[in-house]
């Protein structure tokens, strides 16, 4: 089985923030039998839908990374959602998943983070 990373985020590729996801990731699934393939970077903005339709074609797992900041350059979700033929709906319980994640790590609430309920519909 094909499983592909695709992180987000235009902070990465400036080194501003360094990217640990694929070994975080590659450690947790390969007890499952499966073993990480690709990884590719890309920054906020229209590069995320291609880069989405791409590795879609290319995995049969994807597993994205960073790209739901509270950024408005940041289209992760609408490309997902789009590529999935699903509309976003509004989603309570994950604004409070987030206010719960945001508090456990001492971080403050504030309101650009109402923006990230927005989910593919039928994402769970």
Do not use: Y
């Amino acid at each position: 089985m094909t499983v592909e990373v695709l992180n987000i985020g235009t902070e990465i590729l400036l080194g501003e923030v360094l990217n640990t996801h694929a070994g975080w990731i590659a450690k947790r699934i390969f007890p499952l039998g499966l073993r990480l393939g690709r990884q590719t970077t890309v920054p906020d903005g229209p590069e995320i839908r291609q880069a989405v339709i791409e590795a879609s074609l290319r995995a049969e797992v994807l597993i994205v990374t960073g790209g739901l900041g509270p950024t408005t350059d940041d289209i992760t979700r609408e490309a997902v959602a789009e590529l999935l033929g699903r509309r976003l709906v509004l989603d309570e319980e994950v604004l409070g998943a987030i206010r719960e994640r945001l508090a456990v790590r001492g971080f403050e609430f504030w309101s650009g983070w109402r923006g990230r309920r927005w989910c593919p519909k039928g994402q769970w």
